[in-house]
């Protein structure tokens, strides 16, 4: 059964409207990556070479760096093992290293956020520790998350980075225009980018909701809603402040109605215990 489950995958239905292109983008190219790598070990080059050369113009058009290292890589070895094109095997190992380096700063990059955020969720470092370890981190990727042509994965690590520098001293109103500017930097890219999007909209409720500005959390909350798949860790955070909106503007109906839509959802029982947790505090408000 888990086998047959996973060949369904193959034929996830990318027309569907939740989807944004590049999320669409994402599953075909892999998809096609994995048809490739398949038609190589089946001596059909040819035809996995025209899906490489397609799928690449994709991987740079979206920003999917690890695609774009594996198609380089397996056309830089093609053409100067197969069919010893000296010009061909130069264009190729050069882009190879281009994506690479791009590829190990944006692993370094979520190295140091995971870090940050694995001792933040596990309690390792106080305010101060985590303040001073935020900066040390987003010092070392400043630089490159600074170039106007900074890639998807860099710059979103780089920026969550920067906002908890401002977060872990409750200097709100400097998260939000790190908030405002990597809203921008996303907005300007030529497909939309919606995780990182509801990302800094979500930033946004928490520090309003800090601030006590309820009506532009509330603003923020239906720009953030309009990003969100339904069902997904961060829907799922959302809520929370959903909720913390509802109770600090006295809508206590709408709050639980908020409250029972959420633990009463089919994947509520799948997410992690620091997020069902926080839950049962909520409860225990909502009947007080």
């Known amino acids: 059964l888990k086998s047959r489950l996973i060949n369904s995958l193959f034929f996830i239905d990318v027309k569907d409207p939740d989807l944004s292109e590049r999320q669409r983008s994402y599953y075909l190219s892999y998809r096609e990556w994995a048809a490739a790598k398949i038609l190589f070990s089946k001596n059909a080059s040819n035809a996995a070479i025209s899906i490489c050369h397609k799928l690449l113009k994709t991987a740079r058009k979206f920003e999917f760096t690890e695609l774009a290292v594996d198609i380089t890589r397996t056309l830089r070895l093609h053409y100067g093992t197969r069919e010893a094109n000296i010009r061909k095997f130069d264009q190729y190992n050069e882009q190879f290293k281009y994506f690479e380096q791009i590829w190990q700063i944006e692993n370094l990059a979520e190295e140091l956020y995971a870090d940050l955020t694995i001792s933040y969720i596990h309690s390792r470092l106080d305010k101060d520790q985590l303040h001073e370890t935020a900066q040390k981190y ?72 800090q601030l006590k500005k309820y009506d532009i959390g509330k603003e923020d909350s239906e720009k953030c809603l309009s990003y969100l798949e339904e069902g997904t860790y961060n829907w799922f955070k959302y809520r929370e402040l959903y909720l913390l909106l509802s109770f600090h503007t006295a809508q206590y109906q709408e709050a639980y109605r908020i409250f029972m839509e959420t633990v009463e959802h089919p994947k509520f029982k799948n997410m992690p215990s620091h997020v069902t947790e926080m839950w049962k505090v909520f409860e225990a408000y909502i009947h007080y």
């Not at 400043?142 to 780089?158: H, M, N, V």
């Not at 977060?167 to 300007?188: G, L, M, P, R, W």
């Not at 497909?191 to 946004?204: H, R």
């Open 138 to 209: 987003y010092g070392q990727l400043k630089e490159a998350a600074s170039a106007p042509d900074a890639s998807y994965r860099l710059y979103l690590c780089a920026s969550l980075l920067e906002i908890s520098i401002y977060t872990s001293i409750n200097d709100y109103e400097a998260a939000i225009e790190v908030c405002k500017k990597s809203i921008a930097f996303f907005q300007a890219k030529p497909y939309s980018a919606k995780v990182p999007l509801q990302i800094y909209y979500y930033q946004l409720m928490v520090c309003h909701i």
